[in-house]
């Protein structure tokens, strides 16, 4: 089922790419193409622009619904578990690398001894 509504959601994007080049540039971003008339906020709506929007309604649906089909075969599980791989434990840090000072001989503490005012 995920593959056949990813084959329809491929072809809907194809043939959107198409219809929105095939339209003509009504003059927004660059100020070319269009005219029209100035007076009126919006001309009629062409057929084209028309299925436009049908297009792109079904391609949202089908992005939905392959959400929704991904979520559900989702197992809950990661990547490694499904191909059977093992995670390493993180090594332990040598001690050559820690800032730690060395061991002194008596048990002072390690900071000096408050001065009370």
């Given amino acids: 089922m995920e593959n056949v509504v990813l084959s329809v959601h491929l072809i809907l994007a194809l043939v959107l790419i198409g219809l929105v080049l095939m339209q003509r540039s009504e003059g927004g971003g660059l100020g070319i193409g269009g005219g ?3 007076t009126s906020g919006r001309g009629v709506t062409s057929p084209l622009a028309k299925l436009t929007w049908v297009l792109a309604a079904a391609f949202i649906s089908t992005s939905i619904a392959l959400t929704v089909i991904a979520a559900a075969n989702s197992t809950g599980s990661s990547v490694i578990d499904q191909i059977g791989g093992t995670v390493p434990a993180p090594a332990a840090p040598a ?11 008596t048990d002072a503490p390690a900071t000096p001894p408050r001065a009370d005012p």
């Fill in 36 to 38: 029209g008339n100035a």
């Fill in 95 to 105: 001690v050559d690398n820690l800032l730690v000072p060395p061991p002194t001989a």
